[in-house]
């Protein structure tokens, strides 16, 4: 049977560029999405599909390439997560689990910035031998953040807050992370603790994701696990810790893995972040005598620092 898009929340986000009238009704189609179901899929995010099949096309190149020269671009020591993430250190958000994913990831290009953080800020890494790839990749990232800040704005008019409500808490200097993620076919070598990535929320504001292939489920606000589908013109939209931090829970961070499979399986994912220094707390707005406010502050590079930590300590 052939997945019907019609069975998931499906936001046509061209529609928060139209009059009044659309936009709202496209902010409501937002808001139920996330509270009643925990997703949607977003037609027309801003990047052309021509360039998301580019990046696709770039992180096949990458992933392709033998160890030594994706060695080019492994970082040594400390400093913020960029560049190769090879097979066996992707950290296990769930304890006694195996991840089986190897990954590219870049951010923000600050090279005036130095950190020992996970979600610190720095400079990116590049393979030497992938002509093109740094202006591929990296230009879909600064066209996919700039576009993401349009729903960031979205995230708060659906409230009926100042539109700057959310994205006052971020800049260039974000912890926003994009990846390049290959989930190689397990070839029958696999066992119960082995994963594509273990089960966890995101630690940013929300997540952008896309894939080539089934692996991915998401936990639903109706504590069901699906598999939602692959629609390649359609990026999966899903809440992280500081949209649910920030609205004091009525926004949900949506819980999601990756399974171990028979094929191979690629996916982009942009993590959408505050600021690294961004002290991040209940908004009063969402705060009442009926909803105490559920969350003490803490920092967007403060809690990235602290869940990942956790979960490369359960590194097997």
């Known amino acids: ?13 061209a529609g928060l560029h139209a ?11 937002i808001r139920a999405a996330f509270e009643d179901v925990g997703y949607f899929y977003a037609a027309n995010f801003g990047p052309s599909q021509a360039s998301v099949d580019a990046v696709f096309a770039e992180a096949r190149r990458f992933h392709a390439l033998d160890d030594e020269h994706k060695r080019t671009a492994l970082q040594l020591g400390g400093g913020s997560q960029r560049g190769w993430i090879p097979l066996g250190t992707e950290p296990a958000y769930e304890a006694g689990t195996i991840a089986r994913c190897e990954s590219f990831d870049l951010a923000m290009e600050l090279p005036g910035e130095s950190s020992t953080e996970f979600g610190g800020l720095g400079a990116n890494l590049w393979p030497t031998a992938l002509p093109g790839f740094h202006d591929t990749v990296y230009g879909w990232y600064l066209a996919a953040r700039a576009a993401a800040r349009q729903l960031f704005v979205a995230f708060a008019e659906m409230y009926g807050l100042p539109a700057d409500t959310f994205a006052k808490y971020e800049s260039e200097r974000s912890s926003s992370m994009m990846r390049l993620l290959r989930y190689p076919p397990n070839e029958g070598n696999t066992a119960e603790n082995i994963v594509g990535i273990s089960a966890h929320t995101d630690y940013e504001a929300f997540t952008l994701m896309s894939q080539t292939a089934p692996g991915l489920e998401l936990l639903t606000r109706n504590h069901e696990w699906i598999e939602p589908p692959v629609f390649e013109d359609r990026f999966i939209v899903i809440v992280g810790d500081m949209l649910e931090r920030l609205t004091n829970g009525q926004l949900r961070a949506t819980r999601h893995r990756v399974n171990d499979t028979d094929w191979e399986r690629f996916s982009l994912i942009l993590f959408n972040a505050f600021d690294a220094d961004a002290v991040i707390a209940p908004l009063p707005a969402f705060v009442s005598d009926e909803n ?21 300590a359960n590194i097997i």
């Open 292 to 312: 105490p406010s559920r969350f003490d502050p803490t920092t967007q590079v403060g809690h990235i620092n602290a869940e990942v930590s956790t979960a490369v």
């Open 19 to 29: 009059k009044s009238q659309k936009r709202a009704s496209t902010l409501a189609e």
């Open 1 to 13: 049977m052939i997945p019907q898009l019609s069975q998931h929340p499906d936001i046509d986000l």
